[in-house]
């Protein structure tokens, strides 16, 4: 049987994160939660996983901060991440790529397309 892959969910507003809990484990995967920065970088240490999904407004560190940390740390820096964010502003959308973004959905997005995007940075 093939080992489940790990989800790191960081996101502050808890309806967006419990739907998102329910719904990727529904999907399969092991889902570990963050609702802020400064817990998504604590939990990537600890939890190692194969992929983060990351909100970029939120309180602590933000998703941008996050993001560079962890795409500027050989250790972590090939994990894939895939910002969810209500900002849709190309400059965000830009900045976000720039800081190591591998994926930028927004909000309200299309679960289906999400999980097909999981499933392609973890293949």
Do not use: H, W
Not at 72 to 99: C, G, M
Request: glycine share 4%.
């Amino acid at each position: 049987m093939q080992k489940q892959k790990k989800v790191l969910l960081s996101e502050d507003n808890d309806d967006i994160r419990k739907m998102l809990v329910m719904r990727l484990e529904v999907a399969g995967y092991d889902v570990f939660q963050a609702r802020d920065g400064e817990e998504a970088i604590e939990s990537v240490k600890n939890e190692k996983p194969d992929i983060v999904i990351l909100d970029l407004m939120m309180p602590k560190l933000s998703g941008f901060e996050v993001c560079r940390m962890l795409k500027f740390d050989d250790a972590y820096k090939d994990i894939p991440i895939i910002v969810l964010s209500a900002l849709d502003q190309q400059r965000d959308r830009e900045k976000a790529f720039e800081t190591g973004a591998d994926a930028y959905f927004i909000k309200p997005f299309d679960l289906a397309l999400l999980i097909n995007k999981i499933e392609t940075l973890i293949a």
